[in-house]
């Protein structure tokens, strides 16, 4: 993982202010990814299932390369409300990017709803329960966890135990079923740290990188 890392911030093509974003959204795909691989395994789910969510794990965020460009482009004081409304729209511009470049319907679904919350209260659709998308029930769980264990601008990553806990204050926000899974793998020795989930890549998982870099180019 930190080769290719190191390859892409060394990617004359893609433009310098992408280049963080791509190398960070990288890592935050591969965690999400390794994660959803640990609970689907744990669900004893099919190989074929298993790669798909991996699929899905890893370009959930992939859209967030659009807008990072766009926003990049706008200079006056609208950005901030902008970004609001824009950020939500990530999931759809990563499900119309994985569309058009041929995902089927499962992965790029999976993507379209990994915002939405158990109990109604996420986006896009407002899905709840069984409405949404059993893949993306369990991306929300490991996507917030990755989220909330890594470092951002405003402030450090969470430890394992803190992140959990916080996880603990929305738990209507997950299917319970996953969450339960969740809780098992972080005590049943399969989970070995945070470190593990961006260290540990798969040939499947480093193909669809590319989509990254892709982007990055892409208008
Ligand atoms: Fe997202
Ligand atoms: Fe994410």
New binding site residues.
């Given amino acids: 993982m930190e080769d290719y890392i190191k390859r892409v911030k060394e990617n004359n093509t893609i433009p310098e202010y992408m280049r963080e974003v791509v190398c960070d959204e990288m890592y935050h795909g591969v965690e999400v990814s390794n994660l959803a691989i640990l609970i689907a395994q744990e669900f004893g789910e099919e190989d074929k299932f298993c790669d798909d969510l991996s699929v899905a794990g890893i370009l959930?965020?992939v859209?967030?390369l659009k807008l990072t460009k766009y926003l990049f482009s706008k200079e006056d004081d609208t950005l901030v409300i902008e970004q609001m409304k824009y950020v939500r729209m990530?999931?759809e511009y990563?499900y119309r990017i994985l569309k058009s470049a041929g995902y089927d319907d499962d992965i790029s679904k999976a993507v379209y709803y990994?915002?939405e919350n158990f109990n109604g209260s996420g986006y896009p659709d407002k899905l709840r329960g069984r409405d949404i998308p059993w893949m993306s029930r369990i991306l929300r769980a490991c996507?917030v966890f990755a989220a909330l264990t890594s470092n951002r601008s405003y402030r450090k990553a969470f430890d394992v135990e803190s992140a959990v806990e916080i996880m603990i204050d929305e738990v209507a926000d997950y299917d319970m079923k996953v969450f339960l899974a969740f809780q098992r793998i972080l005590h049943n020795g399969k989970f070995k740290g945070i470190e593990q989930l961006s260290h540990t890549i798969t040939p499947l998982q480093m193909k669809h990188l590319e989509m990254f870099e892709r982007e990055a180019l892409l208008d």
Avoid: E, L, P, T
């Fill in positions: 959930h965020d859209g967030k990530h999931s990563s990994h915002h996507d």
